[in-house]
């Protein structure tokens, strides 16, 4: 029986992670020195977007095995479906917006618009970005007015919205000035539809060429994109899912290496566990054991 990694690592609603699970709020602000504490386990998963801001101090966070810091002048970016950890902080000041993808896209005719920013939903990409003085100082004055609308006793979700679009393209012109090459919207809309899919297919064993059909495009145009964006073939970013979940599991849950195999389509358990040595540069078992005394304390 397949285990669900639902069951193993919780997901949360914006509600339930400003300790309100009755609320169906789709969009709130909070500095870091006024929040309560969230009533969530350290380890989880958002069903929504998270931007955090560093005014000083330091924070450690984690996102699918990858470690972070946060500094001052620090913009984080957390995204639906990421195992999150949020590990360490010293003196911390800043703090969190929250917000759905169906509150970004109220009323918006063209619903690829979440889509065509690039540092969201992106798991080739850094999350965490740090700013120049002057475009951290812009930022955060974008901030204030969102956090200034959402205290008011009229405030009116409108103009949350728009505030919400006027920062992230704010951030968004910080990241493509950071960028070495111009990414089209049109390639960064392609690979996002690519990565849900593959979020919804991976233990399929679909190929390219599968993925490829139902975004009724060629295998060579999915791997142009694939490859021009993540600097990966598109059989690799597959493959990487793949293991990406096998990690999850390998932490989270007590199924044996072949059963978990099995899970992702992988039906022959000897050569996932090459695989998995070949790309992790460890035995799963290792890994397992290295990961369950990390986060199953």
């Known amino acids: 029986m397949k285990t669900s990694l639902k069951s193993l690592v919780p997901s949360y609603t914006i509600g339930q992670f400003i300790n309100q699970p009755e609320n169906k709020t789709q969009c709130e602000i909070t500095d870091f020195e006024t929040m309560q504490e969230p009533d969530i ?11 955090l801001w560093t005014d000083s101090g330091t ?44 509150f970004f896209l109220l009323k918006q005719q063209q619903k690829d618009k979440l889509f065509e920013v690039s540092f969201l939903d992106n798991f080739y990409a850094n999350p965490c970005l740090k700013l120049s003085k002057r475009d951290f100082t812009d930022v955060r004055h974008t901030i204030d007015l969102l956090q200034s609308e959402k205290s008011r006793t009229d405030s009116s979700d409108v103009i949350v919205q728009s505030l919400l679009h006027i920062l992230i393209a704010q951030v968004q012109r910080c990241v493509d000035a950071g960028s070495e090459r111009s990414i089209s919207k049109k390639y960064t809309v392609l690979y ?9 297919h991976f233990s399929a ?4 060429s599968d993925y490829a059909d139902a975004l009724t495009i060629t295998p060579h145009h999915l791997n142009l ?24 599991y390998l932490t989270f849950s007590d199924m044996s290496i072949t059963e978990i195999a099995s899970v992702l389509g992988f039906f022959d358990s000897s050569y996932f566990s090459k695989l998995f040595r070949a ?7 290792e890994f397992k054991k290295q990961m369950s005394e990390k986060y199953r304390k």
Request: glycine fraction near 6%.
């Open 41 to 51: 386990e350290d380890i989880h998963k958002h069903l929504f977007y998270e931007v």
């Open 59 to 102: 924070s450690k966070h984690t996102i699918d095995y990858r470690e972070y810091v946060l500094t001052p002048r620090t913009l984080f970016f957390i995204s639906p479906g990421q195992i999150h950890y949020f590990e360490k902080w010293h003196k911390l000041k800043g703090g969190s917006l929250l917000f759905t993808e169906d």
């Open 192 to 200: 996002k539809q690519f990565k849900r899919l593959l979020d919804e």
């Open 205 to 208: 064993s679909w190929t390219a």
């Open 225 to 248: 994109v694939v490859k021009h964006i993540s600097g990966k073939t598109a059989t690799e970013a597959i493959r990487a899912r793949s293991l990406l979940e096998a990690k999850r």
């Open 279 to 285: 790309e992790v540069g460890q035995s799963a078992l």
